[in-house]
């Protein structure tokens, strides 16, 4: 791909460190964390120290770059198809959070260790009876003196079993339903918090996604972020970076599994012939191509905008809902042109194409994604 406006230069050589970290601690030992269903912690800490976490935070927080560096760290791992490294959720959706609405001591005491890759980050929002309908929440937050107490379930957490540190969205006043709900900081070794082993998915299975328990877990008022019922409003704004990094890795996927799979067709042969040199697969590679460049041009128009600081959440939400649609319905074309070759777990066209299948649901599923854009016309 051609030189890509929104980058600088300083952009692009963090890229090449990401790449190669990417390379050396990530691709060797993949398949091995998929079969644990997990990624090791020491991942993190390295990740860390190379300055691959929480990078658009400012540089006391333990950042240092933008919003631009942190898509780099999105896109590389994505092209190099290992959507289940779980450092999105903890950098461009734990941190922001903290570094928006928390308090110095907050930030002091979360986002340095986070950025160091000591402490890892979850976010839980989604319960067995609440994921599109934040409403529905049924977890609660009761208010005793100094304390909160909260007791709930909540399910699908990325980043579950390696984290340290979880954002929780919990009810402080069920009569006010969305309105009502609040954000805490709570340490996973609080007394009554509890975990479930890494839920088995269809894809992604090195991503410790989990189930959270909370039984009368009592943290300090302290760990209320920001302020009280005040959750939807903080969620509604920021919700727009995570679908755009969602779209990012989207696109990133689709882009990296298209040049695996011209290399793949320009080799295999059927009937004698090379598979690129049936006019079907040229023809379907070429509409794939030319719609991935036409995603990826909107996307980085997207992106400059959110650098900017003025991208608009029904933008973010056509970006996530184009991204990962494209995504979907190009990885099961690709996939078709690697024949039985594509259904073995071995090739990564076959675990891009289940990994995939969940970027149509977190952060807001395609019809929410519809509801948004249908809402504003
Ligand atoms: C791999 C993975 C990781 C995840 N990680 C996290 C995480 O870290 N933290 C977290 O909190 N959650 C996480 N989730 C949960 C995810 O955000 C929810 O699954 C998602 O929001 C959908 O909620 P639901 O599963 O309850 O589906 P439901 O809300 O029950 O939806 C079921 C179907 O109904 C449709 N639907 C719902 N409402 C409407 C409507 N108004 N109009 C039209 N159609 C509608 C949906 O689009 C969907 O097709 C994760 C999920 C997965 C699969």
Redesign the pocket.
Known sequence: MSKRPVFRDDHEHFREQVHRFVKREILPHYSAWEQAGVTPPELWRRAGSEGLLNCALPEPYGGGGDFGHAAVVIEELARNNCLGVGFS?HSDMVAPYLHTYGTEKQKNRWLVPMACGELIG?????EPG????LKAIRMTARKDGQHYILNGQ???????VNAGLVLV?ASTNPDLGARGLSLFCVETHASGFSKGSPLY?IG?HA?D?CELFFDDVRVSADNLLGEENAAFEYMSRELAQERLAIALRAAASLEGMLLKTVEYTSTRKAFGRRVIDYQNTRFRLADAFSQSTMLRIFLDDCLRQHMEGDLDPTIAAMAKLNATELQGKVLDELLQMHGGYGYMAEYDIGRAWADAR?LR????????M??IIGRSL
């Open positions: 959720i979850a976010i839980a929002m989604t609440a994921g599109s309908d909540k399910t699908f957490i990325t980043n579950g969205v998915k992604q991503q996604t969940a649901i977190f952060g807001g599923t395609s019809e929410i519809r509801e």
